[in-house]
């Protein structure tokens, strides 16, 4: 088995997109992880949904402490509070979200086509359904990266034609940062960017559904 | 002017069967507690309960009230994220007796930009809007399409529930309402959109000791107050009591704090 990334690593490569001043919405899961790896110098403003921008860090499970319900992110975990932080109701965050004003959202996914269409809040048969702001996100935010792992725990693809599993949004996703590798969705198509350590274009494209374009200057994901 | 009400059973006691509740639920923050409380107790049936989220969390009425103790009292949710208890039983291991009767709610389900912005087009007196947010999902199913400048929207219609549930830090007696940290929520949209808006507060103050700069509700959206008892249910205090017995369960404690960090700094 050849090596894969870790959350952490698919985290940090994902952040590396953040610019100074973005404003930026973490999913849960991977992209949560995100925070930990803003590029030095650059400051970026977090928002959640539930009301609040440029919050701080999530709090380490020593810090009880300084537990406060009046600071909680979306996925329901307590942060610290920061400097420069506003608040604001759940109508203006959406429209912020919706309105385009957010740079960056980072996202989960269970599925994504080489069209960029999203599928990340269901599966089929699912009795929930956490569409939750998702849909807001994936069309409303200026750039959306989805931070997954490549393939399914059974081995099945997860970058696909068509998404199998219920949509998220059409035609929304620009980047995809998994495991093994870094694409970024095109008018030509789906394009491999960046492979992980050690890993081929061929390697790749043999654990992905969708037609892959080798970028002329494919490289190893720098971190 | 009064509009403070003696006690949550008085402020609901006019809410008919087959109402519409609008109530913010997100986790802990800002949840009107009492109100929910004094809806169950009031008894009426054939609720169509208004709410960002549903279920989520696995834990007994007296840490947190969710609108889920209403569930025997409803026909109809609408909602953004559908955590059903069936799925919860499975996560936590929790055995459920709601996930039964959830089988039997009607549920209708759009995103949280959605619900807020059919609120708030109720709130301002719009006829509904377009929006391309759910166009290819299962959100478009039924609903009129119309492309604008080439892109694909669909049309939404306003919400305007017949009770807004509203839970809020500070009120003055004529109703302008503060609130704190994100227990703001959605809370000022329900008071906005409702066509009764009942407010639950820490404190209630004389007009003119909140700093008119700062208010975030005012007061032509509330029309009731009533005062949280001091600790009581739902306070501040309460629930800052209750979430840190909450985090001191151990399997609580990764989910809503952070444990990766010497891994991630690696």
């Not at chain 1, 909680?72 to 109508?91: H, K, L, W």
């Not at chain 2, 609901?12 to 802990?28: E, K, L, Q, R, T």
């Not at chain 2, 069936?86 to 995103?111: C, F, H, N, Q, W």
Request: glycine residues 10%.
């Amino acid at each position: 088995m050849k090596e894969r990334l870790s959350e952490e690593t698919i985290a940090l490569r994902a952040a590396k997109e953040f610019q100074d001043g973005d404003c930026v919405n973490l999913g849960v899961g991977i992209p949560n992880l995100c925070a930990l790896f803003v590029p030095e110098d650059r400051t970026v403003l977090f928002e959640a949904e539930n009301g609040v921008l440029g919050y701080g860090p999530i709090l380490l499970e020593d810090e009880v402490d300084k537990v406060d319900i009046r600071y909680v992110e979306a996925g329901a975990r307590f942060f610290a509070p920061q400097e420069g932080m506003s608040f604001f109701d759940m109508g203006i965050s959406f429209d912020m979200i919706r309105g385009g004003r957010l740079d960056i959202t980072v996202l989960g996914a269970f599925q994504v086509s080489e069209k960029g269409d999203l599928a990340n809040w269901g599966r089929p048969g699912d009795v929930s359904r956490t569409i939750g702001g998702g849909m807001d996100l994936a069309i409303g935010a200026k750039k959306v990266i989805v931070a997954m792992e490549h393939i399914t725990k059974d081995g099945k693809p997860r970058i696909l034609k068509e998404c199998t599993y219920p949509l998220t949004g059409r035609a929304c996703v620009n980047l995809i940062v998994t495991d093994i590798a870094v694409m970024e969705v095109t008018d030509r198509g789906l394009v491999l960017k960046e492979v992980a350590p050690g890993w081929t274009a061929e390697e790749v494209r043999a654990l992905t559904e969708a037609k892959l374009i080798v970028a002329e200057d494919l490289k190893e994901i720098e971190l | 002017m009064n509009k403070i009400w003696p006690s949550f059973d008085e402020a609901v006691a006019d809410i008919p069967n087959g109402a519409s509740v609008a109530i913010h639920f997100w986790g802990f923050p800002g949840v009107p507690q009492n109100l929910i409380r004094a809806l169950r107790d009031h008894g009426v049936k054939e609720l169509t309960v208004i709410s960002p989220t549903w279920g989520g969390l696995p834990v007994p009425e007296e840490v947190l009230t969710m609108p889920s103790i209403l569930l025997s009292q409803m026909k109809k949710l609408i909602c953004s994220y559908f955590a059903s208890a069936a799925r919860l039983a499975d996560m936590y291991g929790i055995p459920s007796e709601t996930a039964e009767l959830e089988k039997k709610l009607e549920v209708e389900y759009m995103s949280h930009g959605c619900l807020m912005a059919r609120l708030h087009a109720a709130a301002a007196g719009h006829g509904g809007f377009y929006t391309p947010v759910g166009v290819g999902t299962i959100v478009e199913e039924g609903k009129e399409k119309r492309v604008i400048d080439g892109r694909e929207y669909i049309l939404e219609m306003p919400l305007s529930p017949d009770f807004g549930f509203v839970r809020a830090h500070k009120a003055d007696k004529y109703g302008n309402l503060v609130y704190i940290g994100v227990c703001r929520g959605c809370n000022p949209v329900v008071a906005m959109a409702s066509k009764v808006t009942i407010a639950e507060v820490d404190e209630i103050v004389e007009p003119g000791e909140i700093d008119p700069e700062v208010i975030v509700t005012p007061a032509a959206f509330v029309d009731r107050i009533v005062q949280i008892p001091k600790g009581g249910l739902g306070s501040y205090e309460y629930a800052m009591e209750k979430v840190h017995e909450f985090l001191s369960i151990e399997w609580v404690r990764p989910i809503i704090l952070r444990t990766k960090r010497k891994e991630a700094e690696q």
